[in-house]
């Protein structure tokens, strides 16, 4: 994941994550199948629509910080240098 340098970019995952916590918090309250679309999007203060610029559905905004981390995770992995090979094929 690259790292958010414009305001529009942090504005939006700004958006992206608190639409995350509602829903989180909401699914914690109320368990995740009384947690509606809506009430994730008032409990963030945005539109419905503007939930569904960002997330496909309320199970994919719950998800989304464990693909931020996993990302986050790949990311550090691959930029680790190769370990040596100690002259083995």
């Known amino acids: 994941m690259e790292a958010?340098?414009?305001?529009r970019e942090r504005k939006k995952e700004a958006t992206r994550q608190a639409l995350h916590e509602a829903t989180l918090r909401l699914a914690l309250e109320r368990g995740l199948d009384a947690v509606t679309v809506d009430a994730v999007?008032?409990?963030a203060?945005?539109?419905r629509r503007t939930f569904s610029n960002?997330?496909?559905?309320k199970e994919?905004?719950?998800l989304h910080g464990d693909r931020v981390r996993v990302t986050r995770l790949l990311e550090r992995l691959r930029a680790?240098?190769?370990p040596s090979r100690h002259g083995r094929r």
Do not use: C, H, K, W
């Not at 958010?4 to 305001?7: E, G």
């Not at 960002?54 to 559905?57: G, K, L, S, V």
């Open 45 to 47: 203060g945005v539109s």
């Open 41 to 43: 999007a008032d409990e």
């Open 60 to 62: 994919d905004a719950l």
């Open 80 to 82: 680790r240098p190769s």
């Open 4 to 7: 958010t340098t414009t305001l």
């Open 54 to 57: 960002y997330f496909a559905n």
